[in-house]
């Protein structure tokens, strides 16, 4: 049996998505993985209990910027996601997925995660791990946060008829990368914007798990 690929996990907050594929691991849906490390940039985000709750548990880290950049004044941004490289590329990862992490890295973090930027010295780097992220809206839509809402207000104003989410690959600029999944999710006229979120998260949940599947079959692939 082939060693099993090893996912690492960034997120911010519910961890509904974290969840998804902590259920999916290692199953029909994403099978011969497992989740190695979660990665929390607020403290009290609930993933952190979702990944140390399963079973078996499964190791977290927690690095908030604002902490970090009071720490130690002389550092910077760029420090701080050069930080969270470095907590990645230790957990020797096949995939990084950004579910619900809502901190922009810099070109540095990518540079470094994908292998183009050595971490400790001039030795040329041995690692080419790919970063995706889960995004509510469809390819050059809505970039950014708070993508939902801008949706559903969007629609009400007539502006669109539907919106969607997608999991793409992570490119310096937000929301960018080329897509690997993408779902249309109709919004239905007097729909309630936390009914529409709700059908909005359940896409999710399924297309975070696809994409993670098709990047890990791509890398066994090329390996
Ligand atoms: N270089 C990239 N970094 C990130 C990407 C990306 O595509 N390229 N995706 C985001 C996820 N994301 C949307 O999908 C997103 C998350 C957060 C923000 C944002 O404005 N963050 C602010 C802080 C907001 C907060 O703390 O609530 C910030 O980073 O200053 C925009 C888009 C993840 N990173
Ligand atoms: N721009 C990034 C962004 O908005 N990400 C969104 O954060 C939520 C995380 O939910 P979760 O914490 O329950 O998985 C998800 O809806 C995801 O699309």
């Keep these: ?26 199953t029909p849906a994403l099978p011969n993985a497992e989740l190695v490390l979660v990665i929390s940039n607020r403290k009290n985000a609930y993933g952190l209990t979702r990944a140390s709750s399963a079973n078996p548990p499964i190791p977290t880290a927690y690095l908030a910027l604002q902490p970090y950049l009071k720490k130690y004044p002389e550092k910077t941004r760029e420090d701080y996601d050069v930080e969270i490289a470095r907590m990645v590329v230790n957990a020797k990862p096949d995939i990084v997925v950004l579910a619900g992490w809502m901190h922009i890295l810099s070109e540095k973090f990518i540079e470094i995660v994908e292998g183009r930027l050595s971490l400790s010295g001039p030795e040329p780097p041995t690692i080419s791990i790919p970063v995706i992220n889960l995004h509510p809206a469809l390819p050059g839509v809505f970039d950014g946060a708070n993508a939902i809402e801008r949706a559903y207000e969007a629609f009400q104003r007539g502006e669109i008829e539907h919106t969607g989410c997608m999991v793409h690959r992570v490119v310096k600029d937000v929301d960018r990368g080329e897509p690997i999944v993408v779902r249309d999710v109709k919004i239905e006229k007097g729909e309630a914007l936390e009914a529409f979120e709700e059908r909005l998260h359940r896409v999710e949940h399924e297309i975070i798990v696809q994409a993670t599947k098709i990047m890990l079959e791509e890398s066994t692939r090329a390996s």
């Design 1 to 26: 049996m082939p060693s099993k690929k090893r996912v690492v996990v960034l997120i911010s907050g519910s961890g509904t998505n974290l969840q998804a594929l902590i259920d999916a691991q290692d």
